[in-house]
């Protein structure tokens, strides 16, 4: 499960500090899908970032399973990521001149033995979520909707404990967006232990996920 308790991020600035998290305290329970809303600049990818430990906090307790982040180093960080999260964003982070298949490998780049084991892994998630049939296409000639659907096969291939997705609709149409949304709620559900936080401002994604947390100015207003 995730515990935030009292979590504050701040930055500086041309001298100047800001708060980006106010004292933010929420739970997720293992299996818990949600999404996390709220208006632009109220910390949602900010608390995305700090969950995904691509960033730290700079004071509170932030807890995955018995793992607090704020105490992991460099290295330990990256092998936390790798092991545990999955990221899914707004702009799709795609390698435009490799296949789509390399790009589902992508987080082994580096590591040929596993790579070659999660490669049926791979092949499997192209065909769950539709474009086996361009396994082999660069992906950069693929459209938006089938951008987003390799980087969610990309998040998924080292089965993660925690699926995190920053505006994965945000590039996308309506038409696209349903079907991406419906995918991923699929995709995780698949696995009852799998946690799914979705940060979003239409609140017609929000309103697929059985709990939503509410952001404004750095602070929770409900969980």
């Known amino acids: 499960m995730i ?30 899908h949600l999404a996390i809303t709220g208006p632009s600049g109220s910390g949602k990818s900010t608390l995305l970032a700090l969950i995904g430990a691509l960033d730290r906090p700079t004071a509170g307790v932030l807890r995955v399973g018995d793992v607090e982040l704020s105490r992991l180093n460099p ?6 990521r790798f092991e545990k999260i999955g990221f899914v964003f707004q702009e799709f982070h795609l390698l435009a001149h490799l296949t789509v298949l390399e790009n589902v490998l992508a987080p082994f780049l580096g590591r040929g033995r596993e790579r070659a084991k999660h490669r049926d892994i791979a092949v ?14 660069p992906a950069g000639v693929l459209s938006g909707g089938e951008k987003q ?3 969610i096969a990309r998040a998924l291939v080292n ?7 920053d505006e994965p609709t945000g590039n996308l149409d309506s ?11 699929a995709l995780a559900a698949a696995d009852e232990h799998k946690i799914l936080v979705v940060v979003t401002h239409d609140p017609k994604v929000a309103a697929r996920f059985p709990r939503e947390i509410r952001m404004r100015d750095g602070q929770v207003q409900t969980a």
Do not use: H, W
Request: overall charge negative; hydrophobic content about 40%; some cysteine.
């Open 3 to 32: 515990q935030a308790e009292e979590v504050r991020k701040s930055y500086k600035q041309d001298g100047v500090e800001t708060d980006a998290l106010r004292g933010v305290s929420f739970s997720v329970g293992e299996g818990e």
């Open 75 to 80: 290295t330990e960080r990256a092998r936390y």
């Open 124 to 137: 499997r998630l192209l065909e769950e979520v539709g474009l086996q049939a361009v396994a082999s296409r």
């Open 149 to 151: 659907r390799v980087a």
């Open 159 to 165: 089965d993660p404990a925690i699926l995190l997705c």
């Open 175 to 185: 038409k696209n967006s349903d079907a991406v949304m419906e995918l991923l709620a």
